[in-house]
C-alpha cells in the first residue's frame, strides 16, 4: 500500500500523483517503470516513473485516462492508497555525456521523457526538447521541460499552440541543421515509429521507451515480448529503453490492440455501474 | 495382516467431467473419515519402511498412519507436520506414484497404499478445525531475509521461524506462493488453501514483504545493511521459454506462464469483475506434454475454449506429466495431438495467430535424457487451424535477482550453484535452493531444499557468533 501524497490534474485526461513509496523512490533511475494494481480485483499496469525525490521517498507518476483501471486510478484522491506498488522496473536510460542530444514527448510521453531530459542535462548534454500533443489543451509540463532543456520546442496537431503539425517536423529541421548524437523519443508508438524513421535518414542514434501491454513486470510472463533487431525482447527487464532503428514498431501497435475490446467492456460498465450509483444518490 | 490388505485403495471422490468443466472448482473432493481410517489400515507398517526413502522430506510416513488407523487424527497431522509444513499442498500436487507410493510394498502386488489421499484427508481435517498456532519459541536475535515465497521459500522461513530466527520474506508478486498461486490452477490447488498455509507461516513469527523485487527495489546489500545476518534465496524458474519459431509474436500466442497467470494469480476468468482479461479462441493449442501443459489445456477448456488440443513431439508414454493429469485432461475433452512439432505460426493481415504448421515426427534413437529422440519425417507439413496457442515448453532462471549479485556462482544453464546438502552457494551467508537451483521440479523437492538450507542456515548463524 501506498500513499498519495499530491494529486494534479495536468490535462482534462491526464493526471499526476506523488506518492510516499521510499523504497522505489531510493532505487529509481530515469527511464525505469513501476507496476501498480488499485484494488484487490485490479490488474498490474505499468506506469513510468515521471520523477522521484529519494530524500521525501516520493515517486511521482502521470497517467493518462484510456481505460477503466487509468480512470479508477484518476478517481482517487489524496490520502488515498494505491494497494500495490512494485519497483522501480526495468533498465534505467544510459547516463553520459553524448554531446547534443534531442528529447522528443508526444502526448502523455511528455511525463516519461522529462526524467530522462533532466538526467542528460546534468551529465552535460546539450539539450534540446520538442514536445507535442493533439491540441493545446492536452499539453503539459512545458514549464518544467525548459527548466531542463537548453532549447524547447512546442507542436500541436491542431495548430492551437506552438508549431502547427507534428513534432517530426520540428525534429527534421533540427538534424537539417545541428549535428545531433542522440535522439531520445517518448510518446505513442506511431510516433516513435515516425521518429525513429527520420532519424535512420539522418543515421542519428536513437533511443525509444516502449510501453507494451504487461503482467507481472518482472520477466515472468513474456506478455511484453517485442521484437529488437530480429530477436525476441522482454520490455519490462531487457528494457523498455530500445533503439528506435530496431524496433519492430507495426508488431507493438498489433500487440497493443490484443484486448481492445475486453477494454471496451469493462470501461461501459464500469461507466454504467457508476451512473447507477450516482442517479441513487441522486434521488435519495 | 488385515484382510484389507489385500483390496485395492479407495477411489477418490470426484465431480463429473460435466460439471467440473463449467467452472475452476476443484476436481477431487477429499475421502471420507471411513474411507481415509480403512485406507490406513490397509498399511503393513513395515520394520523398515521403504515409503519414507521415496519422500524427499523423510515424512515418518508409517507413524501417521498408524496413529490414523486408530482414529488418532490430531496426532496424525502433527507427525507429518513435524517434517512438512504444507501437507495441505502436498497432498493435492505432489507425485506420490513417483515418490513413497513407488515405494510402497504393498504395490508390488497391488495397490499401493494411498499416501497422498491420506496426507491430504489429514490437513483437511485439521483445517477444519482451525489450525493450532504452534508455541513460541524464544528469540535467537538474529534476522534472516528469505527471497521469493514459494514452497522453497516458505519452507525455509517456516523453519528458521520454529527455530526463533526473525525471518522476513520479500516476495516481487503481490501475492505469497509462487508458482502455488500463479501457475498452479485453483481446480487442481484452491488458494485459499495455500493462503491458509501462508497464514500459518506467518504465525510463526515471519514477516510478509510483497510487492519487493530484490534486485530491483532492493538488494542484497540494502539488505545486509538493514540488519539481515544470512539469506535464502528461493527465485524459482520463472522464465518463460518460447520455441523461437517465426510468428511467435503474433497476438493470441501466449507462454504458459502469462496464460495462467492472467487466469490463476489476476482471476481472469472472473473478468470483468476482475480487471484482467484472457483472450480465449474457438480452437486452441498447448504446446508442449508437461503438467504445465495440462494445467493450461485443462484451463482453456474451463474459459470455453471449443477445441483443445495438444501438441506434442513424441509419444504419451514420453509426456512429462503425470499419467493422472493426462487422464483427467483427456477425460475433459483435450486431444493429444502426437509425434508433431511446430515449424511456424501463422498470421492475418492484423497479426492475430491463424494456424500452426507441424511437421510430423517419428522416434529415433534414444537421447541423453533416456527418452528417444524425435526426428522430423521430410515432407510431412500439415497445418492446424488455431485462434490461441499456449507454449508450455519449459521455463528458465528469472536474470532479475541473478544479474544483481555479482559473484554469485552460476551453473551452466544459469542456475544457482549450490551444496546439495546445504543450499549453500559461492557466497558466505548466502543460501538457495527448489527451481532455482534444480530448474523446474516439485513443490516437494523445493521444499525439502528449504528444509535443509534451514538447518544450514542457523548452524552458519550459530558459528558466526
Ligand atoms: C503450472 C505449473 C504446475 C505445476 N504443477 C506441479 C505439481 O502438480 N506438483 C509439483 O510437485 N510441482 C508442480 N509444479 C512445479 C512446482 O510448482 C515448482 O517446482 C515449485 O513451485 C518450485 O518452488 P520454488 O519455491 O523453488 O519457486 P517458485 O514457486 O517459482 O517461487 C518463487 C517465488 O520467488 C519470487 N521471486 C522471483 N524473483 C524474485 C525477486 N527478485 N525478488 C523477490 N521475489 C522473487 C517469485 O515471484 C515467486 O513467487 C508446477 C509448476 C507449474 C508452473
Ligand atoms: S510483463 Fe511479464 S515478462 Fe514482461
Redesign the interface.
Known sequence: MVTILQKKVLTPQTKLMVVAAP??AK?AQPGQFVVL?IDQ????IPLTIADFDREQGTVTIVFQEVG??TFMLGELKEGDQI???????GKPIEEKNFGQVVCVGGGVGIAPIYPKAQALKEQGNRVISIIGARSANLLFWEEEMKTVSDELWVATDDGSYGERGFVTQILERILEKNSIDLVVAVGPVVMMKMVSLLTKKYQTPTLVSLNPIM??G??????C???VGGE?KFTC?DGPVFDGHQVDF??LQ??Q???LE??K??LE?WELKKAEEESHYATR | MPRANFLGRPKMPGRSVADRTKDFDEVPLGLSPEQAIEEAQRCLQCRKPKCVKGCPVEIDIPAFIGLLAEGKLDQAIAKIKEKNSLPAICGRVCPQETQCEQECILGKKGEPVAIGYLERFLADYEREQGVKPPPSVSSQGKKVAVIGSGPAGLTCAGDLAKMGYAVTIFEALHAPGGVLVYGIPEFRLPKSIVLQEVDYVKSLGVELELSVVVGKTITLDDLRDEGFAAFFVGTGAGLPSFLNLPGENLNGIYSANEFLTRSNLMRAYRFPEYDTPIKIGRRVAVIGGGNVAMDSARTAIRLGAEEVCLVYRRTKKEMPARVEEVERAEEEGVNCIILTNPVRYQGDENGWITGIECIQMELGEPDESGRRRPIPIPGSEFVIPIDTVVVAIGQGPNPVFLDSVPGLKLNRWGYIESDPETGATSIPGVFAGGDIVTGAATVISAMGAGKKSARAIARYLQNSE
Do not use: Q
Not at chain 1, 494497494?83 to 522496473?89: A, I, K, N, S, Y
Not at chain 1, 518482472?218 to 506478455?223: F, I
Open positions: 523504497r522505489v532505487k494494481r480485483k485490479g490488474e498490474r477503466k483501471s494497494f500495490d506498488f512494485v519497483g522501480p522496473l503482467v507481472d518482472t520477466g515472468m510472463c513474456g506478455c515480448r517485442v521484437t525476441c527487464v507495426d508488431e498489433a500487440r490492440r490484443i484486448y475486453e477494454e467492456r469493462a460498465e
